[in-house]
């Protein structure tokens, strides 16, 4: 996954190329040096016929030579800071809170209905009021990363988890349940907060060997979050008829998670910082670079939306994660179906399904940063998701639970696998735009979709049964395995890192440091 030593311009800080060309400027004229097409320009930089050279050809303007407060204090070091693990480790625990709070309402969705007297769709709408408030929150909460930065939206985010979490232990009685709807309003706005960032982080705080992996991490957070929201509510609340035992049972898991989620805002605050000193690889010190403030907000979501293969991306990812989102929200009201009294057991198969998943994707985060094979491996996964979920549906009903569970997980394995490598993909199709809202649309797709399978799936299990409502889900799986195979590899992050050989970043060692190439492409558009 890394080269272990450095190529010889790396350790001499890459000053040969510079001098040279400075000792015989005939060389800029020779074909060697002309500009590579394949890199991508931010639209924001302005073209001059003159500078078509190799990006390690040029000199650095002078308006990067001294960068403004909103990136890094020397473009033109490239390492890796030693707080990176602990940033996206504190930010993985924070989504994984989030994520808790998420599914614990549906993962004892018949519990709930019975204490507060409402009905199955009531309780399935505490799932989608986190898909709901995601879609209008998403532009102004990107808005505010790209003007704020990461601290900010970490903050935010960790806050209002927080305040949701408090929020609900004032809903213990059966006539409550608008203030629990309060609570998981908060908590559902707090994910906007949260989704977006992954990929966000791995960027900013990540070398170009760990990026990949770092996302990975980061999401693995709120996988581990949805599979402890599977497991923990049905041992600590159980389905009994006590109204006053039940309330007793439900605040012990309120509580629980609200001191949870009040400690993870304290590590935040001493934690998260902004972003490193120094860019951790050559993408990153480009995109900095690139970076205009005047630029126009809404031109960077045309261009996305004039990106084919991120449109298509778009649409097969909300799919995939939308279809993942109806199951995990209705996998308590399917097993109850075939198995009645297994809530436990069901809350099981939904951990099976997480923790497989989670598995999923750390291997593929690994192997994407070994290989960079973002287009095929993103197909094989999308495929056996699909293989995963027609299994899944034939075997539901057969009666035995050791089945269910073992073509659960296998389904898990590669449907919630897929995640991660959506994000990785995402950036690289839309590198230098911002990897917020490249994250966000994916994720407004995916609670697009969510929503649209849930309601359908949930109407179409209570008037036909699980296996026609499964098969619905096959039916798109199907077309997002199919427009998938359609899109075209451009990795562009991939190609601005290699414009000059990169790689392991050294960590923050003024003894060893890594030259950022000394200039920035410039192009007609």
């Not at 939306?305 to 097969?316: A, D, E, G, P, Y």
Request: charged letters at 10%; hydrophobic letters at 45%; glycine letters at 8%.
């Amino acid at each position: 996954m890394v080269n272990e030593e450095p190529n010889q311009q790396e350790r001499d800080g890459t000053p040969s190329q510079t001098s040279a060309l400075g000792e015989n400027p005939s060389l800029l004229a020779h074909p060697s040096v002309s500009a590579h097409p394949s890199v991508s320009i931010h639209p924001s930089v302005s073209a001059h016929p003159s500078s078509s050279v190799h990006p390690s050809s040029l000199a650095l303007p002078s308006g990067l030579a001294h960068p403004s407060s909103s990136g890094p204090e020397d473009l033109s070091v490239i390492k890796v800071s030693k707080r990176r693990w602990a940033v996206v480790l504190v930010f993985s625990c924070y989504s994984m809170c989030n994520a808790f709070q998420w599914i614990q309402y549906s993962s004892i969705n018949n519990i709930f209905m019975n204490f507060y007297g409402v009905s199955a769709f009531a309780i399935d709408w505490l799932s989608m009021c986190y898909m709901l408030t995601y879609i209008p929150l998403l532009l102004p909460v990107a808005w505010l990363l790209e003007k704020f930065g990461l601290r900010t939206i970490a903050l935010t985010g960790s806050a209002l988890n927080c305040l949701g979490a408090w929020v609900k232990l004032g809903s213990l009685k059966p006539h409550l349940f608008p203030v629990t709807v309060l609570g998981q309003v908060i908590c559902s706005v707090a994910q906007v907060f949260i989704l977006g960032m992954p990929s966000r982080i791995a960027s900013v705080w990540f070398g170009a060997n760990e990026v990949s992996t770092a996302c990975s991490v980061a999401v693995f957070g709120n996988q581990l979050g949805i599979a402890i929201g599977f497991l923990v509510p049905p041992v600590l609340v159980p389905n009994i008829k006590d109204q006053d035992k039940l309330a007793y049972h439900i605040s012990i898991m309120f509580y629980i998670i609200a001191g949870v989620a009040t400690l993870l805002f304290i590590l935040v605050i001493i934690v998260f910082k902004e972003k490193p000193k120094h860019p951790p690889s050559r993408a990153q010190s480009l995109s900095y670079a690139l970076a205009s403030p005047d630029a126009s907000y809404l031109s960077s979501i045309v261009r996305l939306f004039k990106n084919l293969n991120f449109v298509l991306l778009i649409i097969t990812y909300g799919l995939n994660a939308g279809a993942f989102y109806a199951l995990s929200t209705l996998l308590n009201r399917m097993v109850i179906l075939h198995y009645p009294g297994e809530e436990v057991n069901a809350g099981r198969i939904g951990l099976t399904i997480v923790i497989a998943g989670m598995l999923g994707a750390m291997i593929s985060g690994v192997w994407l940063d070994r290989t960079k094979t973002y287009k095929e491996t993103t197909l094989v996964v999308y495929i056996m998701t699909l293989v995963g979920m027609v299994v899944y549906t034939l075997t539901l009903n057969l009666g035995h639970l050791w089945v269910v569970f073992i073509t659960a997980g296998a389904m898990g394995f590669f449907m919630t696998g897929y995640l991660p490598l959506g994000f990785e993909f995402a950036v690289e199709l839309t590198y230098p735009e911002s990897e917020g809202m490249s994250s966000g649309l994916l994720n407004v797709s995916a609670q697009v979709f969510g929503i649209i399978f849930t309601i359908s799936q949930g109407q179409i299990i209570d008037n036909y049964g699980t296996r026609p409502g499964n098969i619905f889900l096959c039916a798109f799986l199907t077309l997002g395995a199919v427009l998938t195979a359609f899109i075209r590899a451009d990795l562009r992050r991939q190609k601005a890192n290699k414009e000059t050989p990169e790689n392991k970043p050294p960590e923050e060692d003024e003894s060893k440091t890594s030259k950022a190439p000394t200039g920035v492409l410039e192009e007609h558009l």
